[in-house]
């Protein structure tokens, strides 16, 4: 339950993303620098808390990532890169809790992903992942009533790639924190053992990508209000979120705990359903949205209440 709750408080403070993003969207700001400079923002939050507090812990961060530089371009582009921008991407073209609704198929890539990587996933927990799928497909569904079909898909194919590359990306940070494998190496540091060094070694990963996106699309420049915002998504969403999140999934010792931590990402739905209706007047969803919306809520605290059995 412990870590349950620890993914709950992420969820919340992750919901800041779908909403500000969405701001900026109906602003004019342009998704590039909506996703980049959250990056750029979390880069400099991180260092200099690091150096503020540990500068020996950030002096070995570095480090690590020199040595291992291109695991973490790999990593961070997947884990962060692709993951953020296809999210960005999706905000022009879909409100934000239902861009939220629709990353809650994250959780059933998450034992998709487990399998790539060789861990065995239980059958009730695959299954229960259906109930919240069916519920994700619901809010597109009635989204599609109201808008074009290019929008719609433009709104969720992004987001449908990004629940793969989020979770792969984490997995691989995972995975070389515990022994490594084939082509994964077995990182040894006190780095990997924080949560802040680890979010910081993802953001220098993630940073190639976003200079080729920079160069190749050549975005208008961003508007004082674009930067204020993707600041505070880099705080509360890049920072304490992603440092909640990865440290509730490496307090998981199993397969079946790593799916439970990555469940919890469900409450972004409500989260971002409230903060959107408050803070920017938006609509509340029709009957079959508020039936998806109930769906995705069901399959997580059957999910919960079945681990918690086992």
């Not at 020199?66 to 371009?73: A, K, M, Q, V």
């Not at 990963?205 to 050549?218: E, R, Y």
């Not at 509730?248 to 199993?254: D, F, H, I, L, P």
Request: proline content about 5%; hydrophobic content about 60%.
């Amino acid at each position: 339950m412990r870590i349950i709750m620890i993914g709950i408080l992420a969820a919340f403070f992750f919901s800041t993303t779908f909403v500000l993003n969405r701001a900026m969207s109906l602003d004019g700001g342009h998704w590039v620098w909506s996703a980049s400079l959250r990056y750029f923002w979390m880069l400099i939050f991180l260092s200099a808390g690091l150096l503020a507090v540990r500068r020996k812990l950030f002096i070995e961060t570095l480090k690590l990532y020199f040595r291992h530089w291109f695991f973490w371009t790999i990593a961070g582009g997947i884990g962060f890169g692709l993951f953020y921008a296809l999210l960005s991407f999706s905000a022009s073209y879909a409100p934000g809790w239902v861009v939220a609704a629709t990353w809650q198929t994250t959780i059933l890539a998450t034992p998709i992903v487990l399998l790539l990587f060789g861990k065995r996933i239980p059958l009730r927990a695959m299954l229960l992942t259906l109930i919240i799928f069916a519920g994700v497909l619901l809010v597109n569904v009635e989204q599609a009533g109201s808008n074009p079909v290019s929008e719609i898909l433009l709104g969720a194919i992004p987001v449908f790639i990004a629940a793969f590359a989020y979770p792969f990306g984490n997995q691989m940070v995972w995975e070389a924190r515990q022994s490594g494998s084939r082509f994964i190496p077995h990182l040894e540091s006190p780095a990997m053992d924080d949560p802040f060094c680890r979010v910081l070694l993802l953001t220098l990963g993630s940073l190639p990508l976003w200079a080729v996106l920079i160069v190749v699309l050549s975005p208008p420049a961003p508007a004082m209000n674009q930067i204020l915002n993707t600041a505070l998504v880099a705080i509360f969403s890049g920072v304490i979120a992603t440092s909640l999140f990865l440290y509730a999934r490496n307090k998981a010792t199993s397969a079946a705990e790593l799916a439970a931590a990555d469940c919890t990402q469900s409450m972004e739905v409500v989260f971002s359903l409230l903060g959107e209706v408050f803070l920017l007047g938006g609509a509340l969803p029709g009957p079959m949205g508020w039936a998806g919306i109930v769906l995705t809520m069901l399959g997580l605290a059957l999910y919960i209440r079945v681990q918690n059995v086992r």
